[in-house]
C-alpha cells in the first residue's frame, strides 16, 4: 500500500515570501505520479501540479515548483511569492500507474499574512 | 471547461435513512472515485470504479456501496446513514494510464450532516 506523508498541520508565511510544503511519500513501485491540490475554504479542490517518477527534471507551474528527490521520496511543493490568495489546504498526492487509486496526505493548512 | 458535478452542496438526512450522492462527469474517464474528508484525515477513499459496473472497495468501504450503470455517473449510497458519517464527501474523476493529464478532478463536494 501507498502512504503520504505531510508533517506540518499549519503553517504561516508572510506575503511575497516564498514557502516550502513537505510532502514524502512510500511505495514500493517504480512508475507513479505525484500531484498537488490546494483546497480554499470554499472546497473545491484544484489541482496545481504533476511531477512522474521518471521524469528528471522538477516540475513548475507559474508560481509553484515541485522539488522532487526520488532518493528520499519527497516531493515537497514551493510557492514563491505567496499572495492572500494561496491561505487554504494544500494536499499532496501519489498514484502508483500499476493502479487507479490515488492516495492523499492529510494535508498542511497554509495561512498568508499581509 | 471539464466538470464534475455533484447532486447536492447540502445534506442533511435522519439516523437510519437511505441516503443517495450522485456524481456526473463530463470528461468521458474510465475511473471514478469517491472519497471522503474528515480533519486532520485528509482524504480517504470509500470506493471506485474504473468501468461501467465495476468497483473495487477503498480504505473505508463499510457502510458504504456504489453504483456505476453508465460511464458518466456515479452514486454512492449510504445503506442506512449514521452519524459517524457527517462528513464532507468528494467524487472525483480521472483518465487511466501514466503520465500528466491523469490527474484526478473534483466535485464541488457534498457536506453530509446525519442527525
Known amino acids: 500500500a501507498q502512504k503520504i506523508t505531510q508533517t506540518q498541520p499549519g503553517m504561516f508565511v508572510q506575503e511575497k515570501e516564498a514557502v516550502t510544503l513537505d510532502c514524502t511519500y512510500d511505495?514500493?513501485?517504480?512508475?507513479?505520479?505525484l500531484f498537488w491540490y490546494k483546497q480554499p475554504s470554499s472546497g473545491e479542490m484544484i489541482f496545481l501540479i504533476y511531477?512522474?517518477?521518471?521524469?528528471?527534471q522538477n516540475a513548475t507551474e507559474g508560481r509553484y515548483s515541485l522539488n522532487f528527490q526520488k532518493a528520499r521520496k519527497s516531493a515537497n511543493l514551493v510557492i514563491s511569492a505567496s499572495q492572500l490568495g494561496d491561505s487554504a489546504m494544500y494536499f499532496c498526492?501519489?498514484?502508483?500507474?500499476?493502479?487507479?487509486?490515488?492516495?492523499f496526505g492529510t494535508g498542511t493548512s497554509l495561512t498568508v499574512i499581509p | 471547461d471539464v466538470k464534475v458535478t455533484q447532486s447536492s452542496r447540502y445534506l442533511v438526512k435522519r439516523t437510519g435513512e437511505k441516503v443517495f450522492l450522485e456524481c456526473v462527469q463530463d470528461?468521458?474517464?474510465?475511473?471514478m472515485f469517491w472519497y471522503r474528508q474528515d480533519p486532520g484525515l485528509g482524504l480517504r477513499l470509500i470506493y471506485f470504479?474504473?468501468?461501467?459496473?465495476?468497483?473495487e472497495k477503498g480504505d473505508i468501504p463499510e457502510g458504504y456501496s456504489v453504483s456505476r450503470e453508465k460511464k458518466e455517473r456515479f452514486s454512492l449510497i449510504l445503506e442506512s446513514a449514521s452519524t459517524n458519517q457527517t462528513s464532507m464527501y468528494l467524487c472525483?474523476?480521472?483518465?487511466?494510464?501514466?503520465?500528466?493529464?491523469?490527474?484526478?478532478?473534483f466535485g464541488q463536494g457534498t457536506r453530509l450532516t446525519v442527525v
Open positions: 470504479s474504473y468501468d461501467v459496473k465495476m468497483k
Open positions: 470528461m468521458d474517464h474510465e475511473n
Open positions: 472525483a474523476s480521472s483518465y487511466p494510464g501514466e503520465g500528466p493529464n491523469t490527474e484526478a478532478f
Open positions: 511531477q512522474g517518477s521518471y521524469d528528471e
Open positions: 498526492a501519489m498514484r502508483a500507474f500499476t493502479g487507479n487509486q490515488f492516495y
Open positions: 511505495t514500493s513501485d517504480q512508475s507513479y505520479g
